[in-house]
Nanobody, 120 residues
C-alpha cells in the first residue's frame, strides 16, 4: 500500500506564491515520475507539471515561467513552487506518482488533493 499526502494549499492574493508538498510513504521499491495535476470546478483534470526520477521536467504552457517542480528522492517527496499566481490557477491540486512496490509491479497513485484559491 502506498499513500501520497499533500500539503501547502490555501488562499492567496493574485501575484502571490504558494509551495505545495507531496510525500509518498508505504511499500515503495522505486518511484519513477512524479507530477502535479489540477482540477477547477466544471473542468477536467489537467497536467500542471511532471518530473522524472532523473530530474527532467515538463510543464503546461499556462504555468511555464511561474511554477517550478522539484523532488527530493531521499524523502520520496515532490514539490510545486507556484509564483505570480493568477485567479485562473484556482483549483484542487493533486499529486501523482508512478510507484513500483516490487521489482515487477508498478502503479500510479494519487493524493487526496489540496485546494488552492487565488483571490483578492
Amino acid at each position: 500500500q502506498v499513500q501520497l499526502v499533500e500539503s501547502g494549499g490555501g488562499l492567496v492574493q493574485p501575484g502571490g506564491s504558494l509551495r505545495l508538498s507531496c510525500a509518498a510513504s508505504g511499500s515503495i521499491f522505486r518511484i519513477n515520475a512524479m507530477g502535479w495535476y489540477r482540477q477547477a470546478p466544471g473542468k477536467e483534470r489537467e497536467l500542471v507539471a511532471v518530473i522524472t526520477s532523473g530530474g527532467s521536467t515538463n510543464y503546461a504552457d499556462s504555468v511555464k515561467g511561474r511554477f517550478t517542480i522539484s523532488r527530493d528522492n531521499a524523502k520520496n517527496t515532490v514539490y510545486l513552487q507556484m509564483n505570480s499566481l493568477k485567479p485562473e490557477d484556482t483549483a484542487v491540486y493533486f499529486c501523482a506518482a508512478e510507484v513500483a512496490t516490487t521489482i515487477r509491479l508498478m502503479n500510479t497513485y494519487w493524493g487526496q488533493g489540496t485546494q488552492v484559491t487565488v483571490s483578492s
